[in-house]
Structures are given as structure tokens and as C-alpha cells.
């Protein structure tokens, strides 16, 4: 694996995504080399979206740049890691996860994170001094260690990742399972999604889930890296899959009384939590 530092003049940004007002993202490329990764597509350093997993770029200054950003910037909810890991392998080295985490919950702002690894448990303490302005997001596409090394080739495992749930749950920290992407014919089976929803119950996290998007670079992965996957069926999805499998995870939401929305959806929960009624 290849690190590459560098310096930033922005830290953070508005975010395309309406749960979001602003996202931002110490790392470009990520070590845990995701076949189905969109952020392929939006890395434009080419080493790291041609060698993806191989070559990851520090930003290595952006805790300085964020403290002079967050200068009048009016208050609201921050991604941290809307593109990629931000608690990758270099995160135990660097540290700037943990740093973006101190600067903005202790300058009034709200931070959601997602990743996959449990070295987000190493930040317990910042996170539980800002327990009712933070929460963390850990994807969990399946249960099953072959299947997650086939698709997530480099990830924590599944159980790794479901002990990070149960502490930051033993903590008192909001946690939620993104379950996602959902592949037809990998991981959209009664069994895993079951598996999934137990793990929700017992960490108390609620859900949210996504279907896989064949982005270019993704789909150009999974093409060559993952058995039977086939673009050109998943480019023409049926919308009668779709709406099978929503209709099982919402029986398994009411089953279990797991709160679960879907990405799609997510934006009018996440307002609602922190807003008040949206309507
Ligand atoms: S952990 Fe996320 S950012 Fe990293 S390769 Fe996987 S999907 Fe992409």
C-alpha cells in the first residue's frame, strides 16, 4: 500500500446529501477495497481510483484548515466519511478522524459517522462527551466472513464490526447499521437480512438500507472480482426484485420493532431527529 500526504485549502464542504449540510473526508481512496465502491467514481486522483485499496492520499493539514473553516459557518449536521473510511488502517496512524471529531462536537456542531471498522471505538471518549450530537453508522452487508472477504476484500470482519456496535451501544452512543449495498442473489436472503435485524435489536441500532448502483468503477470490479456477477443484468434490475425485498425488510423492521428507512428516506428521519417535525 502506497500513503501519499498532502495538504488541503478546504476541509469541509456542503453536501449533496439532504440529511446532510456539510461532509468532509480526511482520506481519498481506502485501503479496505470495497468491489462495490462508488467512490471509485469520485476519486480523482487516478493512482488511487485505478489501484483502488492500493494508494491512499492524507489530508494532512485538514484539522488546521477545519478550525479556520467552521469561522462563522452557520451550525448543522456533518458527515464525516461520505465518501470514504474515515476510520481506514492509516486512521490508527494519522489520527484526523479523531481530531475533525473534537473540533466540530466541541464547536456545536452535529457529526454522523459511517465506516467498517471498530477503530471508531477508540474515539468513544469524544463521542460519549457529545452523545445527543453524534452517532455512528457501521455497514454491515452480511454476516457471513467468506461472502464479506468476497465483496469487502479487505474490511474488518462482520463479528469485528458487530463487538464496535455492542460498545459504542454499552456507551450510550447512537449507533445505526448501514445495511448496503444490497446485491441480488449475494446478500439479499431471508437468512442474512434476519441475521442483520438481530444485530440491530440486540446493539439497539436502527437501520437504514440501499440497493447496489452500478456505478462505472464499481461495476468494473465486481465484473472481475466477484463470481456470477453480471453488469449487464444488474444495469436492467427489475423493479419486481426491488420492491420484494423492501417489502420483506419492512415485515422484518415490524418483526423485530427495528426502526429502518431507506437511503432514499433517510434525509426526513435524520431532519426529524434533530429538527423537530418536518411537516
Ligand atoms: S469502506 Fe467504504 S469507502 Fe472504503 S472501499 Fe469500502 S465502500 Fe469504499
Known sequence: MKIIEYSVSKAISKSGMMELDYAINPYSGCFHRCLYCYAIDYTYQKDAASNWGEVIYVKKNIDLVLKRD??????????????????????????????????????????????????VTRDVDVLSAHRSTADVGITITTINRAKSITIETKTPSPSARIRALEKLNDEGIKTWIFLGPIVRNFNDDNENLRAIFEVAVSTGSRIIYDFYSPYRGANSMMERYLPGYDGRKVFNESNVWKSDLVGRIEKLAEKYNVECNSQKDEWMAERGYNFGKLF
Open 70 to 119: 467552521i469561522i462563522g459557518l452557520p451550525r448543522g449536521i456533518v458527515g464525516l466519511g461520505t465518501i470514504t473510511d474515515p476510520y481506514q488502517p492509516a486512521e490508527a496512524i494519522y489520527r484526523l478522524s479523531r481530531k475533525i471529531l473534537e473540533i466540530l462536537l466541541g464547536n456545536g456542531f452535529r457529526v454522523t459517522v459511517q465506516t467498517k471498522s471498530p477503530l
